[in-house]
């Protein structure tokens, strides 16, 4: 067993270094015929004279450098002479560096596919699923964990985040870099549909269900003495497979829009976008009954299903991110922030987020059904509005969240102000320009513009970069915890309105401590267990890990009746604050 162990150890490594190597291979040469079929006629003019033609560049990163700084150039004189109309938005730079593409990966896509996703998901279950035998009686083990360069910030988990922040940043923001592991995944493109080219989405989306779906083999492994365990991962498996990957594709194969039907607003914030809803509801019967799904999701599905089940039938049993959380995340889930001090910056910051999503729909539907939204401000007098907010916050905290020690609140406000200078004053270069609303000297505050600005702060930075990518710093639930709008949502109704509580056998607890430690919302379950009160959180998702780590059998998830929900704490010793 040992020795299919440390083989599946090897296969995954060298999968693991083959996807990395892929990344610098190939050479590519921009030809006049590519230029001419990709390149809109408008754009060729401008751009002719910046590129080198029939050249061969041997490094992918040198051959994109060279293809935006043309862009990037023709876009800062039509900006600082002023003339919006030549700016080009296209991302001219992704479809060239595909197209001009050559070289083993190019020519050998399939191969490439076999030996890093065939041979490194074999690697991966011969690594698992022996531990099912190796690890003796079904039961959590979570000896060494905080011993671990994987599990608790070592120079392993330090690793693992930078590389997944720096694949998210080269994801959202420069994906011509990685267009060679984009081109692997055409095989399982093809296959679900033949007619379409892998592109930065399909990538994310087969990366996202192959890491559920491998993952989630470990977690089967793990918990399975846990019938609850078990079920909640075939179940998110499941929906990330069938309804985020599989169905859209075959969906877009019938000719009808890409949907994915278990993914709703706040989260999913495109819905209300003016191209979604034309596109849903200009696609007959079926993109009407998807306009129609995705309201009623929201409006009625969620207040329903949390009312009977509280938020985990959606964040624990459903959601691509809880899906994520739970399997790829679950190495991390010990690293969530237990103190009450994180628990005042989270509900602010997800509340806040919450607000912000809620206000940018408004704005957008508005545009959507008449006059654009429109005001422009100074560059610099728009600095003045987050350091007002700052300080209101750094003097207000004080009363309203006495744990919140001055030095995080500090550290916000730096951020945000931060954020902002940054925005302002490199207003000129292309990876602020395309995001912030900033022309010339002004701030000019659109429907479109604020929409921009929440899905280049909330949509791919929060979400995907810090979202993911903190993982190994900050544990699994990053976003659905500190960030996630849907969440917010499913948390006011469970909090308020919901048959769901964690009930706790007081007299059992040990104090050992075992359940705030695995807790992923960082909630101090063992505060509650030690005065025998219910645990009734907006934030918690329902994984019931805290009830599986627990040796005293203390933990029981519940749908019971409201009354007697919201009971009085019991005082059992060791309790010396009660929030
Ligand atoms: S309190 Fe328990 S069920 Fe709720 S999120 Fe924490 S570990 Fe999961
Ligand atoms: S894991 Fe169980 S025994 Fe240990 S502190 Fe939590 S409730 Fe108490």
Same mark, same amino acid.
């Given at each position: 067993m040992k020795a299919i162990r440390f083989t599946g150890l090897i296969l995954f490594l060298f999968s693991l270094s083959l996807f990395l190597a892929s990344f610098f291979m190939g050479s590519y040469t921009l030809t006049h015929e590519i230029f001419s079929t990709i390149v809109k006629p408008e754009h060729q003019e401008m751009l002719r004279n910046s590129y080198e033609f029939d050249r061969p560049y041997a490094s992918g990163i040198t051959f994109v450098n060279h293809l935006k700084k043309g862009i990037d150039e023709i876009n800062v004189t039509a900006r600082a002479e002023q003339r919006? %109309?030549?700016?080009i938005y296209d991302d001219y730079v992704s479809t060239l560096t595909r197209a001009s593409a050559t070289g083993a990966v190019t020519e050998n896509e399939l191969l490439f596919f076999m030996l890093i996703y065939v041979v490194g998901t074999m690697g991966a279950l011969m690594f698992i699923l022996p531990q099912a035998k190796l690890a003796g009686p079904p039961g959590i083990r979570h000896n060494h964990i905080f011993h671990n360069a994987l599990n608790n910030r070592g120079w392993l988990g330090m690793l693992s985040g930078t590389l997944l922040v720096v694949f998210y940043i080269l994801l959202y923001f420069f994906p011509a870099y990685i267009t060679n592991w984009i081109i692997i995944v055409n095989p399982v493109q093809k296959l679900l549909n033949p007619s379409a080219s892998s592109g930065q989405w399909f990538l994310y989306g087969f990366l996202y269900t192959f890491a559920v779906i491998v993952m989630g083999f470990r977690m089967l492994v793990k918990y399975r003495h846990s019938r609850y365990q078990v079920f909640r991962t075939i179940s998110v498996m499941f929906f990330q497979l069938?309804?985020?990957?599989v169905i859209p594709e075959l969906l877009v194969r019938l000719n009808q829009p890409y949907f994915d039907f278990k993914n709703m607003w706040p989260l999913d914030y495109d819905f209300f976008d003016a191209w979604h809803i034309n596109m849903l509801t200009q696609s007959g019967g079926l993109g009407i009954f998807m306009f129609a799904w995705g309201i009623t999701l929201f409006v009625i599905g969620v207040p329903v299903f949390v009312y009977f089940f509280g938020k985990r039938w959606y964040c624990s049993w459903v959601c691509g991110c809880g899906g994520l959380a739970e399997t790829a995340g679950d190495p991390f889930r010990q690293l969530s922030d237990k103190s009450t001090e994180a628990w005042q910056i989270e509900r602010l910051l997800i509340h806040g987020v919450l607000v912000f999503g809620v206000i940018m729909t408004i704005l957008v539907l508005y545009n959507f059904f008449g006059e654009d939204f429109y005001f422009a401000v100074n560059k610099w007098t728009v600095l003045a509005f987050p350091a007002i907010i700052g300080a209101g916050l750094f003097f207000f905290h004080r009363k309203k969240f006495p744990y919140m020690k001055g030095g995080k609140v500090r550290n916000v406000i730096v951020g945000i102000v931060g954020f902002f200078t940054l925005g302002a004053a490199f207003s000129e270069v292309s990876v602020f320009a395309k995001y912030m609303p900033v022309d010339g000297n002004n701030f000019n505050f659109s429907s479109g513009n604020i929409r921009t600005m929440y899905g280049f702060m909330i949509g791919s930075m929060f979400s995907g970069v810090i979202g993911t990518g903190f993982y190994p710093f900050m544990g699994n639930r990053v976003w659905c915890r500190f960030g996630c709008p849907l969440a917010a949502y499913l948390g006011l109704v469970q909090r308020?309105?919901?048959?769901f509580r964690i009930t706790t056998? %007081? #007299?059992? $607890?040990?104090? !050992? #401590?075992n359940c705030s430690t695995y807790c992923e919302m960082g909630i101090d379950v063992r505060a509650y267990a030690q005065r025998g009160q219910n645990i009734i959180r907006s934030? $918690?998702? #329902? !994984?019931g890990v805290c009830s599986a780590v627990c040796p005293r059998g203390v933990l029981n998830l519940e749908n019971q009746n409201e009354y007697g929900r919201f009971n009085q704490p019991i005082s059992l010793g060791n309790v010396n604050k009660i929030i």
């Open positions: 919006w %109309g030549d700016i069938a309804f985020a990957f308020f309105k919901s048959k056998n %007081g #007299g059992q $607890c040990i104090s !050992c #401590g934030s $918690c998702v #329902g !994984c």
